[in-house]
């Protein structure tokens, strides 16, 4: 697959998981050391982690908590979401004890401060996401980010997983292999409405 491809059907992943292939570690290690080249905050460098988990009951227990959570952000913002996105986005969280892998991505400390504080320490964490999905997509696995359980109830799932308070979790990924390989690019906006050119509002 060529990279402009790569890059513009690495899509959300929701439907079409395929629930009973296992994934292999060495794979999911594989793609997760293609993250790691992503760039990162030179403060952050060494705050980077990943978890992984397959282990069925812990899936089981955290899924009933992002179920939940992701209910009551239906019910609070899904007038904002796009009708199709949101009955994937349900389908999703109905399945997600089956998905064989979430990888959550964690940075140590708490982000407090200025905008700048905030981006780094968050924009410390997204790129490797992204790389992530691009490598996972690139072997034929899909993955969505779900991050319901993170509004209020992160402490319940970092004390399943164990994972100390002074470390945040940025997001989580649920990974499977997919069930077709032919992704299409999604909608956005027309590029020319989004960009401007020297002074804000100017067409570029
Ligand atoms: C920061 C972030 C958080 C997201 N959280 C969720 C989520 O909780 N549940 C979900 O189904 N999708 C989540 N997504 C995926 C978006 O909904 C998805 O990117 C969007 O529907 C566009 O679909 P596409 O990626 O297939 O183009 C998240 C994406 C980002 C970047």
Not at 21 to 29: D, G, S, Y
Not at 52 to 69: E, F, N, W, Y
Not at 128 to 142: D, K, N, P
Request: hydrophobic share 40%; charged share 20%; net charge neutral.
């Amino acid at each position: 697959m060529d990279v402009d491809t790569l890059l513009t059907t690495t899509r959300s992943v929701r439907r079409k998981l395929d629930l009973r292939r296992p994934v292999e570690p060495e794979v999911l290690t594989e793609c997760l050391r293609i993250a790691q080249q992503a760039p990162i905050a030179g403060a952050f460098a060494e705050s980077f982690r990943w978890l992984v988990i397959d282990d069925p009951d812990t899936k089981s227990a955290l899924a009933q908590i992002v179920r939940t959570d992701g209910e009551s952000s239906f019910a609070r913002y899904g007038d904002r979401v796009p009708p199709r996105a949101l009955a994937s986005g349900r389908h999703l969280l109905s399945v997600l004890e089956q998905v064989p892998v979430y990888v959550t991505a964690c940075l140590h400390g708490r982000p407090s401060g200025d905008n700048a504080l905030l981006s780094a320490f968050y924009g410390s964490v997204y790129p490797a996401v992204w790389s992530l999905q691009l490598a996972l997509r690139s072997r034929g696995l899909g993955s969505t980010i779900v991050g319901y359980h993170l509004a209020e109830h992160e402490s319940d799932v970092a004390h399943i997983l164990g994972i100390p308070d002074d470390v945040t979790q940025v997001a989580m990924l649920a990974v499977a292999y997919t069930t077709t390989n032919t992704f299409r690019p999604g909608a956005r906006p027309a590029i020319d409405r989004i960009t401007y050119r020297n002074r804000w509002g100017s067409p570029a």
